[in-house]
């Protein structure tokens, strides 16, 4: 069939699949707006088929399903949805001559496959997680272990837990040691250790580490008290763990020459961007990278991958093409896109096969394979599968931060590609600039736009997971990624490759200045007054909405994109006016944060620094945690801290019971650790029991009460509502003012 006539027939089956008024004329009567409407979306809808841009939204549908599990309570089996999406897969495969009925079988058979893959995925991971604070001997292998300045960090294969049941014992702990000189990945230990359940979100929103360490198979996070020996092992080590054990000896090595070939912080990062291991790289380097925007070079994701990949592809086709014969007979572009494949899935295996590092790999190999099936390597459909592949065996991925800026940022840089390049094109033909300017403005161009295209894209999910936004990251970037691809990772991977010759001497020494420039740049961006500005924590909403408005804005190649417009409005005026909240209780009862007088948060009692740092960002308030003014206006005694706030109430945190019975009688708000008196007369209560159902609480105070929203679900919810009040624990929920919480009889 020829072209023209295989794309009039797929457009006659998109189209009149539309509706039944579709005429051979290709046109509605054009006496009604509604027609003349609907020709236009008939029209768009055509070069949407006959670009064949449907694919990718079957990527953002098959999200979507995941999203719907994470939503559901309860956890859902997978053998529903796994079945529904056979039913409506093979119903889509039957209806495809009717090309709009196949299309809604198919959305909802991805919808279903994306739901069911989050199901299988969370049941077949059965963590054990611990249900307590214990200190107790544990023995295990060593899986991997990461120096820090203070210590290490190990991950543990338990074999032995004395006082823990087996049933309700972890699999898996995580470890800080203060000594683990002599000790590598591999080794057989045993250690006296307080552990305790992986922790729960700081607030209602925040990160969630103890999701995230289910996923990981972590069940348990602790520190060890004493000495760590040696010990012989009651089980064989599996083949499993002795070559994750092999691996991360020899990226330990490497880590370790690297950084003393180097020195200094540079060094730290250098050997970073080549093994994977970030836990040497002092705070401060940290600090400034996240500040100049360019700490996602230390994290090793696309960038590296493909410079890796890129470098090895580049290197093999040029040594290939000085041999005229091989050149002519062999297919040297495929030939260097396979070794390319090879030295990428090594990169991913000796890097440490991270979240980031496995997505990164699979998006390489699909490019690297659209060579060898000479198709475009880099197109909005590889991209698309590729994020399916990654969904479908890692379903938690997408609800995290890596995972949305990464492929935010592809998404949006395939999409600008032909618009940057007509840009510098339009630009380097104007014949004004010859010589050197031209091609300064040839390289900088691209990198400028493509910086600042993929800093757009990005800028929603940085604040909603980390509140800040980085307002000079654009020159830090300018700054650093030259060098990064040009000396930095090139250097990288050819000191890898001498590395098991003891040639890699030079190579890193040259890397060291490379990442010393990178560095240099960094801190001069983060001095920079006004680099870091923190906002308020953005809800749901918000960066729902900023998601498909990016997905509206890159995916469509029709004029349907500029209602990408109306869910970037949205996004922005929920963004600008975010619900700010004006309590914040600690987990574990430990303090609180009051907003105060003058519209700042001050703390009550001693929370952690790390959860107080949470509470300070999600407020957008850039304050350290060791700030003074934190304390201003707050009474405190031994017994507990009271502070009054706008509108007269006065809110009390308390660590004693007889100061907590004084305090029912003359608090609004009552904070503490241990169990509220029987008709402790406040308005709002917040005790223990309240606490452990509920971990983390919120609270925002109004005029005519205050409304609740908690970080934990718990299902074995067995209190009953107050009088006239609908207490849902997960959700918000409004207290009337001068009423209670619940009686003491209800929290128990």
């Not at 897969?89 to 209806?95: E, I, K, P, T, Y």
């Not at 305790?196 to 103890?210: H, I």
């Not at 736009?449 to 000079?472: D, E, I, K, M, R």
Request: charged share 15%; glycine share 10%; proline share 5%.
């Amino acid at each position: 069939m020829a072209p023209d006539n295989a794309g009039r027939r797929l457009r006659i089956r998109a189209l009149a699949s539309v509706g039944s008024d579709w005429e051979t004329t290709g046109e509605f009567p054009l006496e009604s707006s509604w027609g003349r409407l609907r020709n236009w979306l008939l029209r768009q809808a055509e070069k949407e088929v006959l670009q064949r841009r449907l694919f990718p939204w079957l990527a953002v549908i098959f999200g979507l399903g995941i999203l719907l599990f994470f939503s559901a309570d309860g956890r859902p089996g997978a053998l529903v949805p796994f079945t529904a999406a056979a039913i409506f897969g093979a119903a889509g495969f039957l209806a495809r001559r009717r090309f709009g009925l196949a299309l809604v079988l198919v959305a909802i058979a991805a919808l279903c496959s994306g739901f069911a893959a989050a199901a299988w995925r969370t049941g077949t991971i059965a963590t054990i997680g611990l249900s307590r604070v214990v200190i107790t001997p544990v023995s295990g292998f060593i899986e991997a272990i990461e120096d820090r300045p203070s210590g290490a960090r190990v991950i543990l294969d338990v074999t032995g837990m004395d006082r823990i049941p087996q049933t309700q014992r972890p699999r898996r702990i995580r470890l800080t040691l203060r000594d683990a000189t002599g000790l590598v990945a591999g080794d057989h230990i045993t250690a006296n250790a307080r552990l305790l359940p992986p922790p729960d979100r700081a607030w209602p929103g925040g990160y969630d580490f103890a999701r995230d360490a289910y996923f990981r198979g972590i069940g348990a996070v602790g520190s060890a008290l004493g000495a760590v020996q040696r010990s012989s092992s009651p089980v064989p080590k599996s083949w499993r763990l002795a070559l994750s054990a092999s691996l991360d000896q020899a990226r330990n090595t490497l880590t370790r020459r690297i950084a003393s070939a180097i020195g200094g912080p540079e060094g730290a990062v250098a050997a970073a961007l080549v093994t994977g291991k970030r836990g040497s790289i002092e705070e401060t380097t940290n600090e400034d990278l996240r500040a100049a925007g360019l700490y996602h070079i230390v994290s090793i994701s696309g960038l590296h991958m493909v410079l890796a990949a890129g470098t090895i592809f580049a290197l093999t086709r040029g040594i290939l093409a000085l041999f005229p014969v091989i050149a002519l007979m062999w297919p040297i572009k495929k030939v260097a896109a396979i070794v390319a494949m090879i030295a990428a899935v090594s990169y991913c295996l000796f890097s440490g096969s991270e979240l980031a590092t496995i997505r990164a790999l699979v998006m390489t190999l699909i490019m690297l394979g659209a060579i060898l099936a000479d198709r475009p390597a880099l197109s909005l459909r590889n991209l698309a599968l590729a994020a399916i592949v990654v969904l479908a065996f890692e379903p938690e991925a997408l609800l995290g931060p890596s995972f949305q800026m990464s492929y935010g940022a592809v998404v949006a840089l395939i999409a600008a590609s032909p618009l940057l390049q007509k840009a510098s094109g339009s630009i380097l033909t104007e014949r004004v600039l010859l010589g050197i300017a031209a091609l300064f403005l040839r390289a900088a161009i691209p990198l400028i736009g493509t910086t600042f295209v993929a800093s757009l894209a990005t800028a929603p999910f940085a604040a909603y997971h980390f509140q800040t936004f980085n307002a000079y990251g654009l020159i830090g970037n300018a700054l650093a990624l030259p060098l990064v691809s040009i000396a930095v990772m090139p250097a990288a991977v050819v000191g890898t490759v001498l590395y098991p010759f003891g040639l890699d001497g030079f190579v890193w020494t040259m890397m060291g200045w490379a990442v010393d420039l990178v560095l240099q740049a960094a801190s001069l961006v983060a001095g920079l007054e006004g680099s870091t500005l923190f906002v308020p924590a953005m809800g749901a909403g918000a960066i729902l909405a900023a998601s498909l408005a990016l997905l509206m804005a890159t995916i469509p190649v029709s004029d349907l994109r500029y209602f990408a417009v109306v869910p970037a409005a949205a996004a922005l005026a929920i963004g600008v006016s975010p619900i700010r909240q004006d309590i914040f209780v600690d987990r574990d009862g430990l303090g609180a944060a009051v907003r105060g007088r003058s519209g700042q948060l001050v703390v009550l009692g001693r929370p952690p620094k790390f959860v107080l740092e949470q509470w300070l960002r999600a407020d957008g308030d850039g304050r350290e945690a060791s700030d003074s003014t934190l304390y201003e206006g707050v009474n405190c005694d031994p017994a507990g801290c009271t502070v009054e706030v706008r509108g007269g109430r006065r809110i009390s945190f308390t660590t004693e019971l007889a100061a907590l019975k004084e305090d029912c009688g003359r608090a609004d708000v009552v904070i503490s650790r241990t169990r509220a008196p029987p008709g402790c007369a406040a308005s709002l209560v917040i005790d223990r029991p309240m606490l452990l159902a509920h971990g983390a609480i919120v609270v925002r105070l109004e005029e005519e009460g205050a409304t609740i929203q908690s970080s934990r679900q718990p299902e074995h919810m067995s209190r009953k509502p107050a009088a006239g009040e609908a207490f849902t624990p997960a959700a918000r929920r409004t207290v009337p003012r001068g009423g209670r919480t619940v009686s003491n009889d209800e929290r128990d």
